[in-house]
């Protein structure tokens, strides 16, 4: 076994302010999730209890296997702006009668559930990682349909959805409406496109136009249950495929229904069932990452771990060493891991990758891929030696890999190093991040400095006197704009990733994710574009 060693000094001051600093930050992302796990707050959610009904955090925990594990999916989504953390809707990936599915909730106490630009995008994304890892989807729905006021940015996009869930269909995975409350308008085509339908008594309302717009546009008098109650949709159009006597007989039909589904993955099994644990305490990985991201950490501390007994043969261990890659098994997943140590990307790094990433292909194994990157060297003598077409080689490589691809972003993501070490641009099957990181083209202080020396060349060009004092002011501003836009938090709110996570569930969340990338085929790439060698 090539166990990796470890020099981590849990007793040393800089790993206590580490600590500290990294605990701070999961603090503060704990409280944001806290905000949306209280949906519309304590006001909305008794008036929801009162009438009887579960919150979507309640059904979720209701409808999967008791005992398993519920990974959650961008629960940040909105951060930053003007709606409500979370984007009324939850989503995420959890065990139903021992099948691994997407379940995407609506939030009935944040606005009746109604969907807003956010709401959309973490749909369509929680569409989109069914659709890539052949996962059956479960939606629990009860929303008032669009946001109003911010239709012009739902309406015309809004359709993918609907494109979505029978594209799903069509590939052989099941789509699953359980209807707890209004499912109107566009909404109502949702349980319309799915493949099962559970309407609740008395509570489901599923029609294209509720009564007053039918009254305008007809003339015609109905009201909710006459129109589109379940009752209705049950006995005489036929849209509900089964009629539940409440919220928890809609659960367990929807439960069954997963059970009938004679659902099999496409994926490898694990190499082994009982994988041994890392030798290392993951609460170290606290003290690992330094406060000041500039300084460099050895990313096998990292790999030590998180990685089956902390098991890692590493390849070409001697050459562009500022990347460590090697091969690890991961709760029984064989998996490959590309892992910045220096930060910095020089041409060796590059070739290693695309070298590395091709071999993972050929052996269809997939790719985690830890990123502490300030991006490719610079500079005249890195240029006159190829680093353009190498890093080029690269990101040829990522983009052209077909295994799955696991993204975590411990660290700095900056420039071009975020595309070659798959970046959300490059398609990575999930992608998770520390609440430390930051992201951006470049670091703040750089970004503000070359915006200096632009303006002070500008002024020369013009024969002007350059203004030192405000060009300071100026910078100190941006330097501030950019380091916020790099922050976490914020990213995620963007949906950039799939969450921010602590850095001690590393291990968990990949494993979690690994074992929902198996359900489907895990093939390697036939071809690649043209390298520049």
Same mark, same amino acid.
């Given at each position: 076994?090539?166990?990796?060693?470890?020099?981590?000094?849990?007793?040393?001051?800089?790993?206590?302010?580490?600590?500290?600093?990294?605990?701070?930050?999961?603090?503060?992302?704990?409280?944001?999730?806290?905000?949306? *796990?209280?949906?519309?707050?304590?006001?909305?959610?008794?008036?929801?209890?009162?009438?009887?009904?579960?919150?979507?955090?309640?059904?979720?925990?209701?409808?999967?296997?008791?005992?398993?594990?519920?990974?959650?999916?961008?629960?940040?989504?909105?951060?930053?702006?003007?709606?409500?953390?979370?984007?009324?809707?939850?989503?995420?990936?959890?065990? *139903?009668?021992?099948?691994?599915?997407?379940?995407?909730?609506?939030?009935?106490?944040?606005?009746?559930?109604? =969907?807003?630009?956010?709401?959309?995008?973490?749909?369509?994304?929680?569409?989109?990682?069914?659709?890539?890892?052949?996962? !059956?989807?479960?939606?629990?729905? %009860?929303?008032?349909?669009?946001?109003?006021?911010?239709?012009?940015?739902?309406?015309?996009?809004?359709?993918?959805?609907?494109?979505?869930?029978?594209?799903?269909?069509?590939?052989?995975?099941?789509?699953?409406?359980?209807?707890?409350?209004? =499912?109107?308008?566009?909404?109502?085509?949702?349980?319309?496109?799915?493949?099962?339908?559970?309407?609740?008594?008395?509570?489901?309302?599923?029609?294209?136009?509720?009564?007053?717009?039918?009254?305008?546009?007809?003339?015609?008098?109905?009201?909710? %249950?006459?129109?589109?109650?379940?009752?209705?949709?049950?006995?005489?159009?036929?849209?509900a495929d089964y009629l539940a006597q409440d919220e928890q007989d809609a659960i367990r039909i929807g439960r069954r229904i997963v059970g009938r589904l004679n659902w099999r993955k496409r994926g490898p099994e694990p190499v082994t069932l009982s994988p041994a644990p890392p030798l290392y305490d993951e609460d170290?990985?606290?003290?690992?990452?330094? &406060?000041?991201?500039?300084?460099?950490?050895? !990313?096998?501390?990292?790999?030590?771990?998180?990685?089956?007994?902390?098991?890692?043969?590493?390849?070409?261990?001697?050459?562009?060493?500022?990347?460590?890659?090697?091969?690890?098994?991961?709760?029984?997943?064989?998996?490959?891991?590309?892992?910045?140590?220096?930060?910095?990307?020089?041409? %060796?790094?590059?070739?290693?990758?695309?070298?590395?990433?091709?071999?993972?292909?050929?052996? =269809?194994?997939?790719?985690?891929?830890?990123?502490?990157?300030?991006?490719?060297?610079?500079?005249?003598?890195?240029?006159?030696?190829?680093?353009?077409?190498?890093?080029?080689?690269?990101?040829?490589?990522? =983009?052209?890999?077909?295994?799955?691809?696991?993204?975590?972003?411990?660290?700095?993501?900056?420039?071009?190093?975020?595309?070659?070490?798959?970046?959300?641009?490059?398609?990575?099957?999930?992608?998770?991040?520390?609440?430390?990181?930051?992201?951006?083209?470049?670091?703040?202080?750089?970004?503000?400095?070359?915006? &200096?020396?632009?303006?002070?060349?500008?002024?020369?060009?013009?024969?002007?006197?350059?203004?030192?004092?405000?060009?300071?002011?100026?910078?100190?501003?941006? %330097?501030?704009?950019?380091?916020?836009?790099?922050?976490?938090?914020?990213?995620?709110?963007?949906?950039?990733?799939?969450?921010?996570?602590?850095?001690?569930?590393?291990? &968990?969340?990949?494993?979690?994710?690994?074992?929902?990338?198996?359900?489907?085929?895990?093939?390697?790439?036939?071809?690649?574009?043209?390298?520049?060698?």
């Amino acid at each position: 076994m090539s166990v990796l060693a470890t020099s981590v000094d849990p007793s040393s001051e800089q790993y206590a302010a580490n600590r500290a600093d990294l605990l701070g930050k999961i603090a503060a992302v704990d409280a944001e999730h806290a905000t949306a *796990v209280a949906g519309g707050g304590a006001k909305y959610v008794d008036r929801h209890h009162d009438r009887g009904k579960l919150t979507v955090r309640e059904r979720i925990e209701l409808l999967v296997d008791p005992g398993t594990p519920f990974l959650e999916l961008s629960p940040l989504a909105a951060w930053g702006t003007d709606f409500t953390v979370g984007a009324s809707v939850v989503t995420g990936i959890g065990v *139903v009668n021992g099948v691994e599915c997407v379940i995407n909730g609506s939030d009935p106490t944040v606005r009746g559930g109604a =969907s807003n630009p956010w709401t959309l995008k973490k749909t369509l994304r929680a569409n989109q990682i069914a659709l890539e890892n052949r996962l !059956p989807v479960i939606g629990l729905v %009860e929303s008032g349909g669009a946001d109003l006021p911010t239709q012009k940015e739902i309406f015309i996009p809004g359709g993918q959805i609907f494109r979505d869930l029978t594209r799903l269909s069509a590939a052989g995975i099941p789509t699953i409406a359980l209807v707890f409350g209004n =499912s109107t308008a566009g909404g109502a085509y949702i349980p319309g496109m799915s493949d099962y339908v559970v309407m609740v008594k008395e509570r489901a309302k599923v029609f294209l136009a509720g009564p007053p717009l039918v009254k305008m546009a007809t003339g015609e008098d109905s009201d909710d %249950e006459s129109l589109g109650g379940a009752d209705l949709h049950a006995r005489e159009s036929g849209l509900a495929d089964y009629l539940a006597q409440d919220e928890q007989d809609a659960i367990r039909i929807g439960r069954r229904i997963v059970g009938r589904l004679n659902w099999r993955k496409r994926g490898p099994e694990p190499v082994t069932l009982s994988p041994a644990p890392p030798l290392y305490d993951e609460d170290e990985l606290l003290g690992i990452v330094p &406060t000041d991201l500039k300084v460099p950490f050895d !990313p096998r501390e990292v790999i030590g771990r998180i990685v089956d007994g902390s098991d890692f043969d590493e390849f070409k261990p001697l050459y562009g060493s500022s990347l460590v890659t090697g091969w690890a098994t991961l709760h029984g997943y064989p998996i490959g891991i590309l892992a910045n140590a220096r930060g910095v990307l020089f041409s %060796e790094e590059a070739q290693k990758a695309a070298q590395f990433i091709q071999l993972a292909n050929r052996a =269809s194994t997939p790719l985690v891929f830890l990123q502490n990157t300030t991006g490719y060297m610079v500079g005249a003598e890195y240029e006159r030696g190829g680093i353009i077409k190498h890093g080029a080689l690269m990101i040829n490589a990522v =983009s052209n890999s077909r295994v799955p691809h696991l993204t975590v972003v411990m660290g700095a993501s900056y420039g071009a190093g975020n595309y070659g070490m798959c970046g959300r641009a490059y398609g990575p099957r999930f992608l998770f991040t520390w609440p430390n990181a930051k992201s951006a083209v470049m670091g703040p202080a750089q970004l503000a400095g070359v915006l &200096t020396i632009v303006g002070r060349q500008a002024a020369q060009a013009r024969g002007q006197d350059f203004d030192e004092d405000g060009a300071a002011q100026m910078a100190a501003l941006v %330097e501030g704009q950019i380091e916020e836009q790099s922050l976490a938090p914020l990213l995620s709110g963007m949906l950039y990733d799939d969450g921010v996570i602590d850095p001690r569930d590393t291990r &968990t969340v990949l494993g979690i994710a690994l074992s929902a990338v198996h359900s489907a085929p895990v093939d390697g790439a036939d071809g690649y574009g043209v390298f520049r060698l």
